[in-house]
């Protein structure tokens, strides 16, 4: 839900309505509970402002040199060549100063966004969708928060770390309520044989689809989510899905497939070594030599490592048991532990 901007409340012509009065009618509306951190837009430091101020100042400075010369012609070029970086600077101000005026509040079950000019919109954890740009390793040395929130009546906002400061506290506080409200009803809805759709992905116990295409579980090796592509190692060979953008509520797809990826491993495993199979006792006979194993320099024998998918935050954990008519029940919460 969006409120009114400053200028549409009120009667008899429009009225200024204090800020904080409108976040607080949208807070009481969406019912988001108690506030807890206010985030203020980031420091500006604009060189390129004060650039395209000292190209203006120099071509004038030249003009006027010209006017005092009487070289007329001459002065009115450069004053037009001056106009062009003090406009750049002009509507450079405008777009810091409308900066300025945008916050974002952070309460017990939601949030709202305010930007000059447009209208305070509200979300709640546990129905809002947020698309993250670019997916933050715990190894990475600069981290980009580029977000966009979407509800389910339709309001909707983006924001960065150029506009709001302390992207890594606002970004993780985000990402980490939304899954919490919203992983455990995922996976009880998979444990129930249901599909979870997450944009062009969907999921289910047997396998994950895309555009058409099943990839079981047993199939899917890896999952990778660097530069801002998702992609999974099936059988040996990558096969890319979708931008990272793409996926609503990215946290909870990695969770559930994870999950669901790891169980189908361990039941394999498990099977592999069934202690249940009949052994066979071989008659005593000499012992055979040893062979020689020459391994081959085209194939990689390096174990996949799951170091690649540090991804930062982590989520909360949710418990739920895996039920499939074809498997014994599993804890997904346990296999991705």
């Known amino acids: 839900m969006t ?45 390129f402002m004060r650039g395209c101020g000292i190209v203006a100042g120099g071509f004038a400075a030249v003009g006027v040199i010209c006017v005092t010369v009487g070289a007329y012609p001459g002065a009115l070029a450069i004053g037009l060549l001056a106009l062009v ?3 750049m600077a002009f509507f450079r101000g405008r777009r810091n100063r409308r900066h300025r005026a945008a916050r974002l509040d952070l309460f017990d079950v939601g949030m709202t966004v305010y930007r000059s000019g447009e209208q305070v919109a509200g979300f709640r954890w546990d129905s809002a969708e947020v698309r993250q740009q670019v997916i933050p390793f715990q190894n990475s040395a600069h981290t980009e928060y580029s977000l966009r929130m979407s509800g389910p009546d339709g309001a909707e906002a983006a924001f960065d770390d150029t506009l709001f400061g302390d992207a890594r506290d606002w970004g993780r506080a985000i990402q980490s309520a939304v899954t919490l409200a919203q992983l455990p009803r995922a996976v009880a809805a998979i444990d129930d044989g249901a599909t979870v759709h997450l944009g062009e992905i969907a999921l289910d116990l047997t ?31 990558w096969v890319s899905l979708t931008p990272v953008g793409q996926i609503p509520n990215f946290y909870i797809f990695n969770e559930l497939a994870e999950r669901l990826r790891l169980a189908a491993a361990a039941e394999a495993a498990a099977e592999s070594t069934d202690p249940e199979l009949p052994t066979i006792t071989p008659t005593a006979e000499p012992d055979p030599p040893t062979p020689v194993v020459v391994s081959d320099p085209t194939v990689d024998n390096a174990p996949e490592t799951a170091a690649d998918q540090q991804i930062e935050p982590p989520t909360p954990t949710a418990k739920g048991t895996a039920k499939s008519p074809n498997r014994p029940s599993q804890d997904l919460s346990a296999a991705s532990n």
């Not at 200028?7 to 009225?15: A, H, Y």
């Not at 949208?26 to 206010?38: C, D």
């Not at 396998?207 to 990839?215: D, E, I």
């Open 3 to 47: 409120t009114p901007s400053h200028g549409d409340v009120g009667t008899g012509g429009p009225q200024k309505v204090p800020l904080s009065q409108l976040i607080h009618l949208m807070a009481e509306y969406q019912k988001l509970g108690t506030h807890r951190q206010t985030f203020l837009p980031a420091p500006t430091s604009d060189t």
């Open 85 to 87: 970086p003090a406009s």
């Open 207 to 237: 396998a994950l689809y895309f555009h058409s295409r099943a990839y079981t579980w047993e199939q899917i090796q890896l999952i990778d989510a660097r530069s801002g592509l998702v992609r999974m190692k099936v059988d040996g060979n």
